[in-house]
T-cell receptor, first 114, second 111 residues
Framework: EPEVTQTPSHQVTQMGQEVILRCVPI?????FYWYRQILGQKVEFLVS????????KSEIFDDQFSVERPDGSNFTLKIRSTKLEDSAMYFC????????????FGSGTQLSVL | KQEVTQIPAALSVPEGENLVLNCSFT??????LQWFRQDPGKGLTSLLL?????REQTSGRLNASLDKSSGRSTLYIAASQPGDSATYLC??????????FGTGTSLTVIP
């Protein structure tokens, strides 16, 4: 079965550093998403991306965050200057046609900001 | 802002029991509601999606219902199995793709 791949599975960084979280969505999918889950809290929507532009973003997704599809396979989330409160599990997801019931999630990247 | 609540937070049942997980949401103007399963170290897996115009959806031993006017959904699991042990998340969307999640119900099915 096709799957969404996220690397690395765990990333540790110092406060103030830039991090890039990488995702390889399912190859023929067109809609891409980032969600995050702070330990013990709810999964939260960050951003959706279609046709090389952001289609929706939450209030969490401020100027410190950016997304990019640099080539035909990768979808990245960049945090410019990490804060302690950015520590969370970050999930990438994709769908072929935007259908939410066909939303496939990756297994996540655990980001720890020290 | 949409708030989603799930009760109970944790549930432990013997194998074979039928069980119900509850979800409530504050804004009834939803586009759809989805139930997910989350396993440790893995991503979320979509179980059932109910459009706002629907009352229920079924997949195998799972049945999800939606009462939009009262802001409630239930996930019914029949004849539970140890493999059903996981965290079950309810999520609602007001626009179609931005989901608001509940904190989940951690289910343990005891063999």
């Amino acid at each position: 079965e096709p799957e969404v791949t996220q690397t690395p599975s765990h990333q540790v960084t110092q406060m103030g550093q830039e991090v890039i979280l990488r995702c390889v969505p399912i190859s023929n999918h067109l809609y891409f998403y980032w969600y995050r889950q702070i330990l013990g809290q709810k999964v939260e929507f960050l951003v959706s991306f279609y046709n090389n532009e952001i289609s929706e973003k939450s209030e969490i997704f401020d100027d410190q965050f950016s997304v990019e599809r640099p080539d035909g396979s990768n979808f990245t989330l960049k945090i410019r200057s990490t804060k302690l409160e950015d520590s969370a599990m970050y999930f990438c997801a994709s769908t072929l046609d935007g259908s939410p019931e066909k939303l496939f999630f990756g297994s996540g990247t655990q980001l720890s900001v020290l | 802002k949409q708030e989603v609540t799930q009760i109970p937070a944790a549930l432990s049942v013997p194998e074979g029991e039928n069980l119900v997980l509850n979800c409530s949401f504050t804004d009834s103007a939803i586009y759809n509601l989805q139930w997910f399963r989350q396993d440790p170290g893995k991503g979320l897996t979509s179980l059932l999606l109910i459009q706002s115009s629907q009352r229920e959806q079924t997949s195998g031993r799972l049945n999800a219902s939606l009462d939009k006017s009262s802001g409630r959904s239930t996930l019914y699991i029949a004849a539970s199995q140890p493999g059903d042990s996981a965290t079950y998340l309810c999520a609602v969307s007001n626009t179609g793709n931005q989901f608001y999640f509940g904190t989940g119900t951690s289910l343990t099915v005891i063999p």
